[in-house]
């Protein structure tokens, strides 16, 4: 069974901090598929970042970067410079390949960026 | 593009009624999904679709039904509505996770309270 742990249920940072937020998955399967998605307060969904299990190079978007570590099953997002827009719950998800329809999504970690 | 439109932005249901959640792409996205989200939790799979003809239940299916007869169009239906189901639903739409110009997209979401 697919599982995805967001261990940290709330972060407050000041504006500027760098901010690390973790996710741990479980799988049985070796070709899965990882996602970020942010949703601000206004509720909506924004998909942000999907990687496949077998490409481990880390990924870097503006002030956005991600770190995938196949040894520890984990999928880190990481914010540089953090800016008051960053508030928002952030999700991460896991999909198998072998059913790549079904995601399972962690609990979310709300994000609050004081200015 | 329209992206991923849901109907209605709000519902409130009286227990024991039904009713169809609509969902529409315009992207000829082969996948589509349901999703729930109760206050904070992460979103839970209902129903999804990997292609016009093809739907398989979620994480929490009971209570509800999906079809897909056109690639456009994945109604969600409520059969008997019920307190429980008071919660968020997203509809989402992608192409394959494997995909290499991969994204994701929600809908709106669509408030249902019943009572």
């Known amino acids: 069974a697919q599982k995805v742990t967001q261990a940290q249920t709330e972060i407050s940072v000041v504006e500027k901090e760098d901010v690390t937020l973790d996710c741990v998955y479980e799988?049985?399967?070796?070709?899965?598929?990882l996602f970020w998605y942010k949703q601000p307060p206004s509720g909506e969904l924004v998909f942000l970042i999907r990687?496949?299990?077998?490409?481990?190079q880390n990924e870097i978007s503006g002030r956005y970067s991600w770190n995938f570590q196949k040894s520890t099953s984990s999928f880190n997002f990481t914010i540089t410079a953090s800016q008051v827009v960053d508030s928002a719950v952030y999700f991460c998800?896991?999909?198998?390949?072998?059913?790549?329809?079904?995601?399972?999504f962690g609990d979310g970690t709300t994000l609050t960026v004081k200015p | 593009n329209a992206g991923v439109t849901q109907t209605p932005k709000f519902q409130v249901l009286k227990t024991g009624q039904s009713m169809t959640l609509q969902c529409a792409q315009d992207m000829n996205h082969e996948y589509m999904s349901w999703y729930r989200q109760d206050p904070g939790m992460g979103l839970r799979l209902i129903h999804y679709?990997?292609?016009?003809?093809?739907?398989d239940q979620g994480e929490v299916p009971n209570g509800y039904n999906v079809s897909r007869s056109t690639t456009e169009d994945f109604p969600l239906r409520l059969l008997s509505a019920a307190p429980s189901q008071t919660s968020v639903y997203f509809c989402?739409?992608?192409?394959?996770?494997?995909?290499?110009?991969?994204?994701?997209?929600f809908g709106p979401g669509t408030r249902l309270t019943v009572t």
């Open positions: 998800a896991l999909s198998e390949a072998a059913n790549a329809g079904k995601s399972t």
């Open positions: 989402a739409s992608s192409s394959h996770p494997a995909a290499r110009s991969y994204e994701q997209y």
């Open positions: 799988t049985r399967d070796t070709t899965y598929y």
């Open positions: 990687r496949n299990s077998f490409d481990e």
């Open positions: 679709s990997v292609g016009a003809g093809i739907t």
